[in-house]
Structures are given as C-alpha cells and as structure tokens.
C-alpha cells in the first residue's frame, strides 16, 4: 500500500512561503491545510520518500524507513513525518540535511510518500532480521531514484543483500509518481536484478 501526503497553503502558488510580512511588519495570515490517509499511523517496517521543492523551483528527495534495531522499536510513517522537521536533532535528519544545502525547510513545499506495512504479523524473522532487509530496500530505493535522475539528499548504507522480489514491488509501488523508476535500469526484471545484486555481492 502506498499513501502520500501534500503539505501546502491554501489557494496558494505552488512554492508559496510563511514568509510573507506585510508593511507593518505583521505575518500574512493564510489557510494552511494538510491531507493524510489514517494508514500512515500505523507502526511497521515502512519505506517513504520526500519530495522537496525548494524556493528557487529546485526538487529533492529523501529516502527513508521506520524500524529500530538498537531500540527494537517501529514508528508509524507519520511519526517519521513530524520529527524529521522537528527540533529534535536525534530525529529531524531532513531538516538538518536540508539546512546543510542552504535551504529553510520552512519556505519550502512538501509530499511525503509511504509504503507499507512491509511484513505480516506473522512473520517468523526476528525484529533485527526484518531491520537489516528493510535497511537493504531503502538502499536499493535511494539508488534507483539517483541512477533514474532524481536528486536524492540522503546517503543510505547498508550491507544487506537486496530482497529482489520485495524491491520489485515497492519499486512498482514508487514509480506510479516517480515515472523515471519504470524507465531504464530501475526497470529491470527480478531475474535481471537478481543477476546484478549477484555481481555487486549482493547489493544494487
């Protein structure tokens, strides 16, 4: 399943900010408004992807997941999504790799796109196995984004071999918004893949 969120002002251009004063010297008061499905509350092993647009037009994107191993803990998608701009500087890793650009998150736009829940209840891996399989699915995805010409932020390391059937799926899932995921490389068959994580020793 795959949700998304857009995050804009309303009746507003598509880059508009908060930072608009007016002569006075007081904030310019707009409707904001924020749409969400109720899925994204729900903790499991989660993939999700940022689509940033910047105030000068530029766009970027950041590659994520929800799962802890050291914590033994999964948050929900939307868990991710606050904190990751928040304040927190254990958590808000989108605001500090956008601020390392120069960007201000705050006069930016906004979607946030979620896929998931990865497994069932019923599965019979440990927490830590299912963290290291969904560490290998963020990097495979941050690696299709960036080899299908979308600017991806983040880095994300793994050592995990890359569930090839898995990655099929979600890859599929993305590239509904993300066209550029259906075309070239990232449009590989699950044998073609499997051939190419064999040949990178297990990675994409």
């Given at each position: 399943?795959?949700?998304?969120?857009a995050?804009?002002?309303?009746?507003?251009?598509?880059?508009?900010?908060?930072?608009?004063?007016?002569?006075?010297?007081?904030?310019k008061?707009?409707?904001?408004n924020?749409?969400?499905?109720?899925?994204?509350?729900?903790?499991?092993?989660?993939?999700y992807?940022?689509?940033?647009?910047?105030p000068?037009?530029?766009?970027?994107?950041?590659?994520?997941?929800?799962?802890d191993?050291?914590?033994?803990?999964?948050?929900?998608?939307?868990?991710?999504?606050t904190?990751?701009?928040?304040?927190?500087?254990?958590?808000?890793?989108?605001?500090r790799?956008?601020?390392?650009i120069?960007?201000?998150?705050?006069r930016?736009?906004?979607?946030?796109?979620a896929?998931?829940?990865?497994?069932?209840?019923?599965?019979?891996?440990?927490?830590g196995?299912?963290?290291?399989?969904?560490?290998?699915?963020?990097?495979?995805l941050?690696?299709?984004?960036?080899?299908?010409?979308?600017?991806?932020?983040?880095?994300?390391?793994s050592?995990?071999?890359?569930?090839?059937e898995?990655?099929?799926?979600?890859?599929?899932?993305?590239?509904?918004?993300?066209?550029?995921?259906?075309?070239?490389?990232?449009?590989?068959?699950?044998?073609?893949?499997?051939?190419?994580?064999?040949?990178?020793?297990g990675?994409r």
């Amino acid at each position: 399943m795959q949700s998304s969120i857009a995050l804009s002002g309303e009746n507003s251009r598509p880059n508009a900010t908060l930072e608009n004063l007016s002569a006075r010297g007081r904030v310019k008061q707009r409707l904001y408004n924020v749409a969400f499905d109720g899925a994204l509350l729900s903790r499991g092993f989660w993939l999700y992807v940022w689509e940033i647009v910047a105030p000068d037009g530029r766009t970027f994107h950041y590659v994520g997941k929800t799962g802890d191993k050291a914590s033994h803990v999964c948050q929900s998608p939307f868990n991710r999504l606050t904190n990751h701009l928040g304040g927190n500087k254990h958590s808000n890793a989108l605001n500090r790799n956008l601020r390392q650009i120069k960007i201000d998150p705050q006069r930016c736009q906004f979607r946030f796109h979620a896929y998931g829940p990865l497994f069932g209840d019923r599965s019979q891996r440990t927490h830590g196995e299912l963290c290291d399989v969904t560490s290998g699915l963020e990097k495979g995805l941050a690696n299709a984004m960036t080899e299908a010409g979308y600017e991806v932020i983040n880095k994300v390391h793994s050592l995990t071999p890359l569930d090839i059937e898995a990655f099929a799926a979600l890859r599929a899932a993305f590239a509904a918004h993300f066209d550029k995921l259906s075309l070239g490389k990232t449009a590989a068959t699950t044998r073609e893949f499997a051939t190419a994580t064999r040949e990178h020793g297990g990675q994409r």
